[in-house]
């Protein structure tokens, strides 16, 4: 079994920055893809960013110049550096990873999520 935990979610004043984490542990092999999505209330939830294994990052357009997704593999987690906040930012942020596991299933994992919160 694996389990991601996401932390750093809050409250923050608009044009402010937070940083979120996302530690997987458990039966990890290696971790392919790592992402974040977001849902705000009354939305689906929605692609913020990804970073393979390898390659290049990517962003949705509404975060792209002012979020970056970085990742330790040493560590198994992914960060979400967020600045230059906005009130529409605001959503429960979820973390999502590619995980191949030791039994070398390939899977795919979902954090509890974390509430960020933008004060305009």
């Known amino acids: 079994q694996v389990q991601l935990v996401e932390s750093g979610g809050g409250l923050v004043q608009a044009g402010g920055s937070r940083r979120l984490s996302c530690a997987a542990s458990g039966s990890i092999f290696s971790i392919n893809a790592m992402g974040w999505y977001r849902q705000a209330p009354g939305k689906q939830r929605e692609l913020v960013a990804t970073i393979p294994s390898g390659g290049s990052t990517m962003y949705a357009d509404s975060v792209k110049g002012r979020f970056t997704i970085s990742r330790d593999n040493a560590k198994n987690t992914a960060y979400l550096q967020m600045n230059s906040l906005k009130p529409e930012d605001t959503a429960v942020y979820y973390c999502?990873?590619?995980?191949?596991?030791?039994?070398?299933?390939?899977?795919?994992?979902w954090g509890q999520g974390t509430q960020v919160t933008v004060s305009s």
């Open positions: 999502n990873a590619i995980v191949v596991t030791t039994a070398r299933a390939m899977t795919n994992y």
